[in-house]
């Protein structure tokens, strides 16, 4: 149980596209979301929590114009990266977690490569 | 704001030897701390956690003590096997309704043969 998928696994687009990727819970019903990003040999650093049916709370420092975050089901959230720069290139992971938990399951990550 | 420190950065054992690992926190509301376990490219798995009204938590091999008082926790693995070679992360979650957690740097624990 508590699976977590994340699609895509690794994405590689040019400067200035946009990038949706997707997360969802498999298995069990996801009432709270958390969007990571993780650069090489560093820890996770928490972008932003998403709650279903709510606006997104972002983390300090973390633009969310550019970062677009969506949760319109209790299974799946969205994280759309909005005018993607090299900058931006690096490992995005979610994490859910279930009404009244505390543990967050996570995604596999998606690796993106802006060029 | 909430701060996690989680020493050491780096650890190397010996196959069969104990490994441990320290982490503080400082938000006196946090009351969850899980571990995670993550492999090169892939997603953390959480191996065990603890929370704030237990001291000392042990599943086989993995085991975990807090003190609040102090705030800090720390990870306890025994018999190491060169499978337990990852990088751990300590996190503390922080106080208040969302429960997000902070995260430690992680510590790489390489197990030789």
């Known amino acids: 149980g508590a699976v977590v998928s994340q699609h895509p696994s690794w994405v590689i687009c040019k400067s200035g596209t946009s990038v949706k990727i997707e997360c969802r819970s498999l298995?069990?019903?996801?009432?709270?979301m958390f969007w990571y990003r993780q650069f090489p040999k560093q820890s996770l650093m928490l972008m932003a929590t998403?709650?279903?049916?709510?606006?997104?709370?972002?983390e300090q420092g973390v633009e969310k114009d550019k970062f677009l975050i969506n949760h319109a089901s209790l299974t799946l959230s969205t994280l759309t990266v909005t005018s993607a720069h090299p900058e931006d290139s690096s490992f995005y992971i979610c994490?859910?977690?279930?009404?009244?938990?505390?543990?967050?399951?996570f995604g596999p990550g998606t690796r993106l490569l802006v060029l | 704001g909430e701060n996690v420190e989680q020493h050491p950065s780096t650890l190397s054992v010996q196959e069969g030897d104990s490994a441990v690992i320290k982490c503080t926190y400082s938000?006196?509301?946090?009351?969850?701390f899980p571990w995670y376990k993550q492999e090169l490219g892939k997603r953390p798995q959480l191996i065990i956690d603890?929370?704030?009204?237990?001291g000392e938590k042990k599943d086989q091999r993995i085991a975990v003590t807090l003190n609040k008082t102090a705030k800090h926790f720390s990870l306890h693995i025994t018999e190491t096997q060169p499978e337990d070679s990852a990088v751990y992360f300590c996190?503390?979650?922080?106080?208040?309704?969302?429960?997000?957690?902070?995260f430690g740097k992680g510590t790489k624990l390489s197990v030789k043969p």
């Open positions: 994490s859910a977690r279930a009404q009244g938990g505390q543990t967050q399951y």
């Open positions: 298995d069990f019903q996801a009432t709270t």
């Open positions: 998403s709650n279903e049916g709510s606006k997104a709370t972002y």
């Open positions: 938000d006196s509301a946090s009351n969850y």
């Open positions: 603890i929370r704030s009204n237990v």
């Open positions: 996190a503390a979650s922080r106080g208040g309704s969302q429960g997000n957690l902070i």
